[in-house]
């Protein structure tokens, strides 16, 4: 009885062993299964991720050569601006107020003006003073408010005593000096109003002018001559 117990314990223990190596192996087995659907669905995340990697530079490259091409779109569209500026300022600088010194004066002068100033003053020093007086007269008449007026006046003046008309001539350099009594041309305006006078036969009032001059403006060059010319006419 006890050998008999003993076969069939040692038959239980040895079909229980076999169920656990079965149930082991068929858990084994899942788990492999498992894994290997773990492998497949890794890969395959692996896959996706691979192609969402490569559309991706896919992307880039045509931003980047999108951004390449607004960069290059932009610098042309920036040199055309400057371009176009440049046409304008071109088109627009005959028409801006220049800096012009004229003696000793700076000031803004339109274009035209400093044209038809230097046209008038040409025709002064080429001689023809008859011509000079009247493109002088036209350049006051058509400005009357320019910067140049003075400068005007006094050439006028010089151009009517060439021609000798020294009543007219006067009339332009006491303009010249009431008008910009500080003017560099002033002193020599006063110089040529006594010449004037002296031409006229006027020598008192050619003599008040002179002494008029010398205290007037005792620093200028006009009065240094005003002093030679009264000890002349005394």
Not at 106 to 116: G, L, S, T, V
Not at 206 to 224: C, G
């Amino acid at each position: 009885m006890a050998g008999i117990f003993d076969d069939e314990e040692a038959r239980r223990a040895i079909l229980d062993l076999r169920q656990r190596v079965d149930a082991i192996r068929i858990e084994s087995e899942q788990a492999a299964g498992r894994a290997n659907e773990d492998t497949t669905s890794l890969r395959r995340s692996l896959l996706e991720l691979q192609n969402q990697i490569e559309g991706l530079r896919s992307e880039m490259a045509k931003l980047r050569g999108t951004n390449e091409q607004l960069s290059r779109d932009v610098s042309e569209m920036q040199r055309r601006q400057k371009d176009i500026a440049q046409g304008l300022d071109d088109r627009l600088r005959p028409f801006e107020p220049v800096k012009v010194t004229v003696d000793g004066h700076e000031f803004m002068a339109e274009p035209a003006e400093k044209r038809d100033y230097d046209a008038a003053f040409s025709v002064f020093r080429k001689g023809d003073f008859p011509a000079a007086q009247t493109a002088l007269v036209d350049f006051l008449k058509r400005y009357p408010q320019t910067a140049y007026g003075p400068s005007a006046l006094f050439w006028l003046g010089n151009a009517q005593y060439a021609t000798r008309d020294y009543k007219e001539a006067m009339i332009n350099f006491r303009s010249l000096i009431a008008r910009s009594p500080e003017h560099l041309r002033a002193p020599e305006a006063v110089l040529s109003i006594a010449n004037c006078q002296i031409e006229l036969k006027d020598m008192r009032g050619a003599r008040k002018t002179l002494d008029d001059l010398t205290k007037a403006y005792p620093q200028s060059e006009a009065a240094i001559a005003a002093k030679e010319r009264l000890s002349r006419l005394k």
